[in-house]
């Protein structure tokens, strides 16, 4: 097929798939509208607190727009020294890592870098503005400085074909193809999203679990309602006597510690001579839409103990739990402790929040109205749709998670690029309705969790006080949805021994981070201070990553006992299917009704 024959089907392909979509769009729109008047998420209440203080106090405006007028007159000044090729000072520079204005164009062209500076003049302050406003709110205050972010990101140069110099030359390389691409692929984005835009962050295709993630030997030997737990092929000869047990969240799946063999923890776990066992989580729809907190307590890590010690004959376990499954760790802690059961030995917290007194980006998506509005939602189909869930994730990196794939895909016309953590992050679930409103009511809302009897599970009130397992927190400086300080917090709620640990980078990244790989670095410190901030003062940085030091841990609270490496099947528990599990394979296309 010739290129002009080939251009010629994608315009017809376009064409066929815009009619479509706009008339579908144009059913939607009453419903869309009656939204966006109830202002759900209470932006339009929070801008107008914040005019309102505005014009009580002039000067902030008034300070405001002299400051900008300013800088603007010294980049103007700069500017006009470039242009006659005299060495001048930016004004304005991009932070480190800002990889919007990479191409070499922003800073090499008179007139890419003249926008470039503007933009983030601007863009600073607009945000210091509405933030020296005192008197606020702070739920007000907090939307104000999250939603302007978001304004002044979505209108980064970078975006528009006409300010991005890179866009500009594939424009005109290709004669206008990389648009008429581009608008396919939105039109494409639009369709898997049910009529709602779902950006492609990778190419879904090239991934298979099984084969070439979630690749790890393993059996699943047991299930029920919510979860399957697998149980892995061992590596070694022999191995520790006492399991480890991994409870991962049940906002994404369980493969994020199984990516690839490089990377993936659940291996390397394997390699040094653990039985592993992983709870996989299933992905709910309506008819396990009254399943709560506690449910997912008494059939996940509850139901997981118990099988295994009937497929290796161990009655205690070495638990993990990663974000929300280490905070359903910590409640099950609490409630094993209420009954006096001592089966868990160790806990290790990945990046988990116990303390919800910290929420930082998230809690601006989370207050009464909004949660009311959300369990309306939920109750009318039993649900949290996950793609929903997976877009205010994204909105809280929006440059790295929404906008640059809008250039890539959009502005430029290329597919994305296949990379397995986007995969991952693409492979969202749903969340029964009941129990993710107690999670968000009696967590984040009334923060319930660290207040001795604040909660009650399976008919017990729990107290993490008098919680005395040994425990183990990873946490990550540059986390946006777990921050640091706030899973300290909770780390102090705990009555028992605690090792608290500071990894580099994210909530991904940082904890995905194999030893072999050398990237990064870790704080350490013995102490165990009561702030978060004193913690930090007396600790040491050490490079490369934290799984070896968690490793030596660990292997304390083991003990030194080995025994034969436990196949799976040997035990009682026989297999069902091989791993990653039906649970896990289960993919449901997003959409938002």
Sequence with gaps: MGETEELSKVYHDVAERSSKLLGEFAQK???????????????????????????????????????????YARLWQSGWMKALGIDAKPVAEAAQGDLRFKDQDWSANFLFDYIKQSYLIAARHIQGAVSQVGGLPPESERKVA??????????????????????????????????????????????????????????????????????TPGKVVFQNDL??????????????????????????????????????????AVQQGHSVFVLSWVNPDARLAQKGFDDYMLEGPLAALDAVEK????????????????????????YLTARKDERVRSATY???????????????????????????????????????????????????????????????????????????????????????SFYLRNMYIKNLLGVPGGIELAGSPIDLSRVKTPSYFISTVEDHIAPWKGTYRGARCLGGMVRFM????????????????????????????????????????????????????????????????????????KPLE???GSYAMLRIPAKVK
Excluded at 229 to 255: C, D, F, H, S
């Design 311 to 334: 497929a290796t004959g161990e009655r205690t376990v070495n638990f993990i739990g990663y974000c929300l499954g280490g905070t359903l760790l910590g409640a099950t802690l609490a």
């Design 502 to 573: 500071l990894g580099g980078s994210g909530h991904i990244a940082g904890i995905v981070n194999p030893p072999a790989a050398k990237k990064y670095h870790y704080w350490t410190n013995d102490k165990f201070p009561p702030t978060p901030e004193e913690w930090l003062a007396g600790a040491t940085q050490r490079p490369g990553s934290w799984w070896d030091d968690w490793h030596t841990w660990v292997d304390r609270m083991s003990g030194a006992e080995k025994v034969p490496a436990r196949v799976p099947g040997d035990g009682k528990l």
């Design 578 to 580: 091989d791993a990653p």
């Design 227 to 268: 979860m399957q737990l697998i149980q892995y092929q061992p590596m070694t000869a022999e191995v520790y006597k006492r399991p480890l047990v991994i409870i991962p969240p049940w906002i994404n799946k369980y493969y994020i510690l199984d990516l690839r063999e490089k990377n993936s923890f659940i291996r390397w």
């Design 350 to 436: 990945f990046v988990s929040l116990l303390d919800f007194s910290l929420p930082g980006e998230l809690g601006v998506f989370i207050d009464e109205e909004q949660v009311a509005n959300l369990e309306r939602k939920m109750n009318s189909r039993g649900y949290l749709e996950g793609s929903e869930m997976a877009g205010t994730f994204n909105l809280l990196r929006a440059n790295d998670l929404v906008w640059s794939f809008v250039v890539n895909n959009y502005l430029l016309g290329k597919d994305p690029f296949p990379f397995d953590l986007l995969y991952w992050n693409a492979d969202s679930t749903r969340m029964p309705a009941r129990m993710h």
């Design 146 to 215: 999250f939603f302007t972010r978001q304004y002044v990101d979505a209108l980064a140069p970078s975006n528009f074909l006409l300010t991005n110099p890179e866009v500009l030359r594939e424009t005109l390389a290709s004669g206008g193809q990389n648009l008429v691409r581009g608008l396919n692929n939105l039109l494409s984005d639009i369709e898997k999203g049910g009529g709602q835009l779902r950006i492609s962050m990778t190419d879904e295709n090239a991934f298979q679990l099984g084969k070439n993630v979630a690749t």
């Design 29 to 71: 729109q009453a419903q869309g509208m009656s939204s966006a008047v109830r202002d759900e998420m209470g932006i339009a209440k929070a801008f107008m607190d914040l005019y309102a203080r505005m014009a009580a106090d002039p000067s902030v405006l008034a300070t405001f727009s002299m400051n900008m007028w300013m800088d």
